[in-house]
């Protein structure tokens, strides 16, 4: 509840009796409600009654992580081919000299990661919204109880970061960034994914959350999915009829065959 008293499922009732009167006093043609949990869909059904169409959204993933530490959650959660898959991987960056180190402020750090974001997002099939380097300064000032920042340099010089939030007994790892000119050959994402573990198994979380997009090393590390909804709806009601028919085949959810592996896949829908 608010500071009203008013209780959620009744401020997503009132809201979606009047957003579309409000859309379209500010001139706006499409209403879309971003990334909420799956958790939310019986208190947003309201917004179905009213037209909206649910469709999901690229997942996040949860991986249970209460194990003594990462080598014995690999010995204990993961296949056999899975698990000499990772030993493998994390070999690569055995004999290097690579430092982690952990802090809970981004401002002195954003003009070094900042370059290392935008070669990941420059990578990726999926881009969301392009973020900016005051947004890494000022994460760290505004949420500095909930923000951890990893980073691992090679002797001097940075080679990938992780900023990761915390919050009761779940770790969430948000945003990683990477040189690609060491990063592949040295498998990277795999000491970064260890590193990051077993610092959140030391701390007492027993949950590991990760953002949407790279899911093939999670699925193999047997991640599950962590849906996100969105809620759409067009202000004109003929033009509402026709997205909302068209909604579930716009999602890319649908044609990422990564997904459809996952074991818990149908409950994105």
Same mark, same amino acid.
């Given at each position: 509840?608010? @500071? #009203?008293?008013?209780?959620?499922?009744?401020?997503?009732? %009132?809201?979606?009796?009047?957003?579309?009167?409000?859309?379209?006093?500010?001139? !706006?043609?499409?209403?879309?409600?971003?990334?909420?949990?799956?958790?939310?869909?019986?208190?947003f059904e309201c917004f179905v009654r009213r037209g909206f169409g649910r469709a999901p959204s690229?997942?996040?993933?949860?991986? &249970? =992580?209460?194990?003594? &530490?990462?080598?014995?959650?690999?010995?204990?959660?993961?296949?056999?081919?899975?698990?000499? &898959?990772?030993?493998?991987? +994390?070999?690569?960056?055995?004999?290097?000299?690579?430092?982690?180190?952990?802090?809970?402020?981004?401002?002195?750090?954003?003009? #070094?990661?900042?370059?290392?974001?935008?070669?990941?997002?420059?990578?990726?099939?999926?881009?969301?919204?392009?973020?900016? #380097?005051?947004?890494?300064?000022?994460? @760290?000032?505004?949420?500095?109880?909930k923000v951890r920042v990893f980073t691992w340099h090679r002797g001097n010089t940075l080679v !990938?970061?992780?900023?990761?939030?915390?919050?009761?007994?779940?770790?969430?790892?948000?945003?990683?960034?990477?040189?690609?000119?060491?990063? +592949?050959?040295?498998? %990277?994402?795999?000491?970064?994914?260890?590193?990051? =573990?077993? /610092?959140? =198994? !030391?701390?007492?979380?027993?949950?590991?959350?990760?953002? @949407?997009?790279?899911?093939?090393?999670?699925?193999?590390?047997r991640h599950q999915l962590d849906p996100v909804d969105l809620y759409v709806r067009h202000v004109?009601?003929?033009?509402?009829?026709?997205?909302?028919?068209?909604?579930? /085949?716009?999602?890319?959810?649908?044609?990422?065959?990564?997904?459809?592996?996952?074991? &818990?896949?149908? #409950?994105?829908?």
């Amino acid at each position: 509840a608010d @500071g #009203e008293g008013l209780s959620a499922a009744t401020v997503a009732d %009132l809201l979606s009796q009047h957003i579309r009167e409000l859309a379209k006093s500010l001139g !706006a043609q499409l209403i879309v409600l971003k990334e909420f949990p799956a958790s939310y869909r019986e208190m947003f059904e309201c917004f179905v009654r009213r037209g909206f169409g649910r469709a999901p959204s690229m997942p996040m993933t949860k991986l &249970n =992580i209460e194990y003594e &530490n990462f080598d014995r959650f690999i010995e204990k959660a993961l296949s056999g081919k899975a698990r000499k &898959n990772v030993r493998r991987n +994390l070999q690569a960056s055995a004999g290097e000299d690579i430092r982690m180190t952990v802090t809970d402020g981004t401002a002195n750090l954003a003009k #070094e990661i900042y370059p290392l974001y935008l070669q990941v997002y420059e990578r990726s099939k999926f881009r969301f919204g392009k973020l900016n #380097e005051d947004y890494f300064r000022d994460l @760290g000032t505004r949420m500095k109880d909930k923000v951890r920042v990893f980073t691992w340099h090679r002797g001097n010089t940075l080679v !990938a970061f992780n900023i990761c939030m915390v919050q009761g007994e779940h770790f969430f790892s948000e945003y990683v960034g990477f040189d690609y000119s060491v990063a +592949l050959n040295l498998h %990277l994402y795999f000491c970064v994914v260890r590193d990051t =573990i077993n /610092w959140a =198994i !030391a701390g007492g979380y027993k949950w590991f959350r990760s953002s @949407g997009l790279n899911y093939d090393p999670k699925l193999h590390l047997r991640h599950q999915l962590d849906p996100v909804d969105l809620y759409v709806r067009h202000v004109s009601p003929l033009a509402n009829v026709v997205l909302k028919r068209v909604l579930p /085949w716009l999602s890319p959810v649908r044609y990422d065959e990564t997904l459809k592996k996952f074991p &818990n896949y149908r #409950e994105m829908w």
